[in-house]
């Protein structure tokens, strides 16, 4: 298609195709009820290499950097739940019910994997470590849509974004053990080194937020150079963490923590939320875009297990979790449906997990975190759309909005008939 153009003209038809095509599906997905992020990976894979091939491939392959970037941008939006008086109430809450839904559902999947397949431990560990993650991404995307907030929205967004923390502490870990396998010994300093590299990308978010308070807070300083210094900060962030194979995640989190704090500026948060909605929708785009259908096949049994077991254990974590922690019935039943997405800190860890095991294990696991991954991103939102109805945290008018919308439709599809 793009074969007689140059590269600029190629990029930018591509961002084109790519933007009005997930345009076009989230139209399509309103009126099936569905949330946007599914129309948008669906219109990925429509106009990806392995279907109508609209988008050239190295193009989707040197757009990487997308995925970093919403992140940060999604991180620290995340971040403005974190504000002292929330976190004095949820705090040892919020930390308990992580932990139970994350570990139990790595710990499940590790098993599964071992017991029920014979296969290594090494690669049982990586699967399950992997596992542990959840996509702060597409629950956030659902919770704006449909304007959620309460309680319920507070528990939920600080879960996904601790949850990811948990998960790279898990990955650093496994990783360190399954190198020490392959090499014959595993010092301290390979699990040690991992985990300050965490730290201290956590010391400079909380720095960079600081640097932010002062900045922007300044009166004289117009809206356009306050997003200007926002973004700029946001990408100096992930940039660093990008040298250091972090996710930028955990260091954009806390930038956005340590600002609310600082200046109790929701300003910020609202132009940022003006500004990210093209970015967002190319990276669930992109991630449908990267899956290849036909490896589905390949998957196999190993796949299907792994998409069912991973289910399985995040709800039954998150309702443990949360009956511990004495929450509400809501919470309890209800919280688990949010926790399926899976998508861009796992398939990063699904990379790094790729060379340290052999050939055919390696690109196993890549096909399994890969597949499963695109069939978590749709029926993620579906699900998280559900346990915020159920919970109560949609507000009516939203509800409402949805009703009028399929009254409309219906009546629309008897003028039709009777036509």
Same mark, same amino acid.
Request: charged content about 15%; aromatic content about 8%; some cysteine.
């Given at each position: 298609?793009?074969?007689? =153009?140059?590269?600029?003209?190629?990029?930018?038809?591509?961002?084109?195709?790519?933007?009005?095509?997930?345009?076009?599906?989230?139209?399509?997905?309103?009126?099936? !009820?569905?949330?946007? #992020?599914?129309?948008?990976?669906?219109?990925?894979?429509?106009?990806?290499?392995?279907?109508?091939?609209?988008?050239? =491939?190295?193009?989707?392959?040197?757009?990487?950097?997308?995925?970093?970037?919403?992140?940060?941008?999604?991180?620290?939006?995340?971040?403005?739940?974190?504000?002292?008086?929330?976190?004095?109430? &949820?705090?040892? !809450?919020?930390?308990? /019910?992580?932990?139970?839904?994350?570990?139990?559902?790595?710990?499940?999947?590790?098993?599964?994997?071992? %017991?029920? @397949?014979?296969?290594? %431990?090494? @690669?049982?560990?990586?699967?399950?470590?992997?596992?542990?993650?959840?996509?702060?991404?597409?629950?956030?995307?659902?919770?704006?849509?449909?304007?959620?907030?309460?309680?319920? #929205?507070?528990?939920?967004?600080?879960?996904?974004?601790?949850?990811?923390?948990?998960?790279?502490?898990? @990955?650093?870990?496994?990783?360190? /053990?399954?190198?020490?396998?392959?090499?014959?010994?595993?010092?301290?300093?390979?699990?040690?080194?991992?985990?300050?590299?965490?730290?201290?990308?956590?010391?400079?978010?909380?720095?960079?937020? %600081?640097?932010?308070?002062?900045?922007?807070?300044?009166?004289?300083?117009?809206?356009?150079?306050?997003?200007?210094?926002?973004?700029?900060?946001?990408?100096?962030?992930?940039?660093?963490?990008?040298?250091?194979?972090?996710?930028?995640?955990?260091?954009?989190?806390?930038?956005?923590?340590?600002?609310?704090?600082?200046?109790?500026?929701?300003?910020?948060? !609202?132009?940022?939320?003006? @500004? &990210?909605?093209?970015?967002?929708?190319?990276?669930?785009?992109?991630?449908?875009? !990267?899956?290849?259908?036909?490896?589905?096949?390949?998957?196999?049994?190993?796949?299907?297990?792994?998409? /069912?077991?991973?289910?399985?254990?995040?709800?039954?974590?998150?309702?443990?979790?949360?009956?511990?922690?004495?929450?509400?019935?809501? &919470?309890?039943?209800?919280?688990?449906?949010?926790?399926?997405?899976?998508?861009?800190?796992?398939?990063?860890?699904?990379?790094?997990?790729?060379?340290?095991?052999?050939?055919?294990?390696?690109?196993?696991?890549?096909?399994?975190?890969?597949?499963?991954?695109?069939?978590?991103?749709?029926?993620?939102?579906?699900?998280?759309?559900?346990?915020?109805?159920?919970?109560?945290?949609?507000?009516?008018?939203?509800?409402? +909005?949805?009703?009028?919308?399929?009254?409309?439709?219906?009546?629309?599809?008897?003028?039709?008939?009777? +036509?």
């Amino acid at each position: 298609m793009f074969n007689n =153009t140059n590269e600029i003209t190629t990029i930018l038809c591509s961002l084109a195709i790519m933007l009005f095509a997930g345009f076009l599906l989230t139209r399509l997905s309103k009126l099936l !009820k569905l949330p946007y #992020v599914s129309g948008y990976i669906i219109s990925g894979i429509l106009i990806g290499p392995y279907v109508l091939k609209l988008v050239p =491939t190295n193009i989707i392959t040197n757009m990487g950097f997308v995925s970093d970037i919403a992140l940060a941008f999604i991180a620290f939006n995340i971040g403005k739940f974190f504000k002292l008086e929330i976190i004095k109430k &949820t705090g040892i !809450k919020v930390i308990i /019910i992580t932990l139970f839904e994350s570990l139990l559902a790595g710990i499940i999947v590790t098993l599964a994997m071992h %017991w029920l @397949f014979k296969l290594s %431990w090494d @690669f049982s560990l990586v699967l399950g470590a992997i596992a542990t993650a959840t996509a702060p991404a597409s629950t956030t995307m659902t919770i704006r849509q449909y304007k959620a907030r309460g309680h319920f #929205v507070d528990i939920l967004l600080q879960i996904v974004a601790l949850d990811d923390v948990v998960c790279l502490l898990v @990955f650093s870990v496994v990783t360190a /053990i399954c190198t020490g396998n392959v090499g014959g010994t595993t010092t301290a300093l390979d699990i040690i080194l991992p985990i300050v590299y965490n730290i201290a990308v956590i010391l400079l978010g909380a720095l960079c937020g %600081w640097i932010l308070s002062k900045l922007l807070t300044t009166p004289k300083r117009s809206q356009d150079n306050r997003l200007i210094l926002a973004v700029a900060m946001l990408l100096a962030l992930s940039g660093i963490c990008g040298m250091l194979n972090i996710s930028p995640l955990l260091s954009c989190m806390v930038c956005g923590a340590t600002y609310i704090n600082l200046t109790r500026d929701s300003n910020l948060y !609202k132009q940022l939320d003006n @500004f &990210t909605p093209p970015i967002l929708s190319l990276f669930f785009i992109l991630s449908g875009m !990267k899956l290849d259908v036909s490896i589905l096949k390949s998957v196999g049994i190993i796949g299907v297990v792994y998409f /069912i077991i991973r289910i399985v254990g995040k709800y039954l974590g998150s309702f443990l979790g949360a009956l511990v922690t004495k929450e509400d019935k809501k &919470t309890q039943a209800y919280l688990g449906l949010a926790m399926i997405p899976q998508a861009g800190v796992a398939i990063g860890l699904a990379y790094l997990g790729q060379r340290l095991l052999p050939a055919d294990l390696g690109n196993l696991l890549l096909t399994i975190i890969l597949s499963s991954s695109v069939l978590y991103e749709l029926v993620g939102p579906i699900s998280a759309k559900l346990a915020l109805v159920y919970s109560g945290a949609i507000p009516k008018q939203e509800q409402s +909005k949805d009703e009028e919308d399929k009254t409309l439709i219906n009546n629309l599809e008897l003028k039709l008939s009777h +036509k």
